[in-house]
């Protein structure tokens, strides 16, 4: 196995390298499942108490768009309703990382033909980046599973909850081992195995939320449908793990195909050639980022349009529901709207993209710091441009982007919403309650900027604040936590739209606050070495 | 003459490294300044901090008259600069990148700039990450060299090209000086500095150890020297004259270094005993740079005293 050559020595690397990032989102991970499961359980201790209301709440499409169906009736299925799919996705994303920092990025930056000169077989790098995302996911599972039953939960189904996990993060190893060999850049790649995760999503979402007939079977094709599909503390297929088996395997060996046909540093994916002169519009600092970010900016368009279209339309399903009162008050403390039915589910879907959309932004302003690192930064800043301006751009390009972005989602469901159900807000509403969520998106761009202008090496911390910003603000208040802790959240100060009041004071703090982070992040950036 | 770089005991350490440890530095106005050392001897610090990309723990700089941290916008509106390792945007082609950097920095000789694409042999079409380590200095080297400003700041730009891209590097830099602009060229490789420079600085471990002409260095090396004379010196005799040292005698044949400034003490000598053959070897700079680059000093203790 010459292929493998070296490969010991590359996963001591890979572990040293991420000792500190699996095991802290490994924790994370098994934190939120345990946590919520055990905050659930103590809120209603037996099924009776819970089996009642939860019933018809269960049955809501706009949850079950988000979340999957629920397996069962009791309460151990309610402990984990919402951490099935929430977990799924962020075990892919656990995988997709940890896969795509080990692979195309060292080649990219040049580290991988240091070490492929050595005695390193040509499958050997991709193997070690296979084997650390797949630890990282039966870690994250394995732990959970065993961390549900330590709360007394059902052991079949704590086991098939570890399995839903599972099944998500080893076919996202597969997709983006593939996503790494065709695409030749980090971006590229990222672009392509996030593009996937974000369809899987959809195509469940859609599937799960009609009964039966050929949309639904469509979930089929999609990996987080597989994982919903599971059922933990309901049916337990723990079957369903050999779909995701089969995708890891089909993934990867594919991804070899493609690796012993491309020569080092290159894709598959074609690398075109570019104009002799620069366009117009490429000349300042902000005109270099904007033109840099192109082609993400559309592929966000392009998705979130979609995306806006598909959550619209699923307005129509919301109505047909009964809504007794104790459903009222849950979906009140989820999706912290007192309105109807339509505007409890627009209120928690624009969240939901509102924390989609942070995550772009932050990537966005990140791109100062990687920039400085690669070196491309002191090209642009021994040049008259200042490191004021430099930053500004970065920041004024997320701010734009999320803008666009939220106009654009906003717009997809206003336009399609409205026509889907009677009983929907107008078009103006809508598309409002989603731009309301604008200020809690760029207070998390601002953190971002702060710390990437401040102390880049910290920068990724950006996406724990993310994160956190996130489950608080989302299982908070069915969780029982603290209120100081969830009023942490951006998330939690958005006001109830549409149908409520529009939090106009949190809105201005937050955006206030949020040119404060910014402002301080410029001026540390501009006394500090650059790297 | 006035100096367009004026660096005074400049220190930067990064955690325990100590990169510049007093540094002194002085580029005139209109010449070709070789910056010379070994790796990590200090030479992109240095520069870095030249360019106000660094904040440095004590020491002056002036550039251009200018203080590079505090006044580091309008600074670069007068120099260009091309990094060690010169990193392009993957997405963007050759020619779109040169544009950029142009435009940042505020315009280009257009007439330079094409000449420069032809003369390099530069594919401007290609995108970033399709080029080579030598195409990528091509493109930087292409963009700061077209541009219109007094200075250029250029980090080991030959590394990476070819012995005929290199003659056309040496080419370009010769129309700049005849313009009268400054280049601060730092490299590691003496013979491109010999070619280039008119003044020269040594820097080791963050120290500059020597600095001046060409001509200068060449006279703190030695001159070696053999002769045939009738009337031999003993050995003792010949390594007391004044300035020499390393003294062999062989088969009537002396041979002996000399500092330059005893070189015509010693001829006289050698003429006064009937000199039959005489050969001298030129100080070689190699010897200098070498000695300087290990620490040693290039003249031996006992010819000092
Ligand atoms: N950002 C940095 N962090 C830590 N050490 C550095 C950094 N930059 C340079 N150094 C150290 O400073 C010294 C001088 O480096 P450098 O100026 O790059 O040398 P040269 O360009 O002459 O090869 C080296 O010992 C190097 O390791
Ligand atoms: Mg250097």
Redesign the interface.
Known sequence: MTRLAGLRDLLRLAWRRDRVIVPSSVAGLVLLSVGSAQATLALFPDDDSAVAGLADIVANPALVAMYGPISAADADALAVFKTVMMGAVLTAVLALVVLRRHTRTEE?EGRLELVGAGVVGRWAPLAAGVLVATSAVLLASGLSALGLLGLGMDPAGSLAFGVAWATAGLAQVGVTALAVQLA??TRGAGGLAFGALGAAYLLRAAADSVDGGVVHALGWLSPLGWAGRVEPYGRDRTWVLALGLGALVLGVAAALVVLDRRDL?GGVLP?????????RA????LG?VS??AT?TLLGWVVGLAAGGVVLGSLLGAVGDLSSSPQMQRFLEALGGSAGTLEEVYLATESRFVAVAIAAGGIALVLRLGAAER???G??????????TRWYAAHVALAVGATTLFTLVVGGAVALVGPRASEDAPGAGAVLGAFLATLPAVWLLVAAAALLVGARPRFAPLAWAVLLVGFVVGELGPTMDLPGWLVDLSPFAHLGQLPGGEFAALAAAVMTVLAAGLVGGGGVAYA????A | MTDAITIRGLRKTFGRTVALDGLDLTVREGEVHGFLGPNGAGKSTTI?AL?G???VDAGTARVLGRDPWRE???L??D?A?V?G?V???????G??TI???G????GVDEERRRRLVARFELD????G??YSKGNRQKV?LVAALASRVPLLVLDEPTAGLDPLMEQVFQDELAALRAEGRTTLLSSHILSEVERACDRVSIVRAGVVVESGSLEHLRRLTRTRVQATVEDTPTRAEAAGWPGVADVALQDGRLSCTVDAEHLGGLVAELARRRVAGLTCQPPSLEELFLARYEGGSPVPAQARA
């Open positions: 990219e030749s850049t540093g690398t075109r050639t570019g104009r002799a002169r620069a366009g490429l000349s300042g600092p270099l033109r840099l082609g690669l070196g491309l002191e090209a642009v800043l021994a040049t008259p441009t200042s490191r006394r500090r070495d650059l | 870095r360019l990309l660094l904040r580091a916008t309008a670069h509106r120099l600069y990094p390792d990193v392009l945007w993957p997405t963007l082609s020619g779109e544009d950029l950097l435009r940042l920095r505020g401007e079409t290609k995108k990450k399709a930087a």
